[in-house]
């Protein structure tokens, strides 16, 4: 995604941790346009249950477009029941090749608790190492923290709360209001 594109907002730090049994996903609040905070309590992290089964997603990037792809995903999973990987490759193929999705400019970590994935336009299905995925401004003090508190004896919450902590700390892109979603294994 060329930054030239970006009508100047940043934002979002999307964090995934499995631990334990558990998957926890946690998202900030935060909305940004250029240096101005819009809404500092947004959703970005949904629970779907396509079919009866809980999945969670938590996005990064354009709040409309993000809609759209979880629309997308929620089809992709009704038709494929239970395979949350086909499900997200759909998804991906889609995404990279259909002229109208494949301008969308978001990013998504995916979940059902056993599996756990990131899914982005370039056409990637990831499945983290370590057992954290973390997406959006950000992320990657998100992850770093997460990763090393890993060798503590938090659990998969506290481990996600503590590193959203850090990342909001750093990142003035983040806040630390949080919605926090868990799945068992």
């Known amino acids: 995604m060329a930054e030239d594109k970006f009508p100047g907002w940043h934002g979002t730090t999307i964090l995934a941790v499995r631990r334990g049994g558990k998957v926890v996903v946690a998202g900030d609040g935060q909305v940004s346009v250029g240096p101005t905070v819009m809404k500092g309590t947004a959703r970005k992290v949904r629970r779907l249950k396509p079919g009866g089964r809980d999945v969670v997603v938590g996005f990064a990037g354009s709040t409309a477009d993000a809609f759209t792809l979880l629309e997308r995903l929620e089809k992709k999973l009704e038709q494929a029941p239970g395979q949350l ?13 259909d002229k109208y999705l494949r301008n969308l400019e978001a990013m998504l970590i995916v ?9 982005t336009g370039a056409g990637d299905v990831l499945e983290p190492e370590h057992d954290v995925a973390a997406i959006g401004s950000g992320g ?5 923290a ?14 996600a709360r503590k590193a959203m902590a850090i990342a ?6 983040t ?3 949080l919605t926090v979603e868990t799945l068992e294994g």
Not at 111 to 119: A, P, S
Not at 140 to 144: C, D, E, I
């Open 140 to 144: 990657n003090f998100a992850l770093a």
């Open 175 to 177: 806040n630390g209001n």
């Open 85 to 97: 990987q086909r499900a997200c490759v759909d998804l991906a193929k889609d995404w990279r090749t």
């Open 168 to 173: 909001a700390d750093i990142c003035v892109y």
């Open 111 to 119: 979940t059902d608790g056993r599996e756990l994935y990131v899914v």
């Open 146 to 159: 997460a990763r090393g508190l890993l060798d503590s004896d938090m659990d998969a919450e506290a481990v």
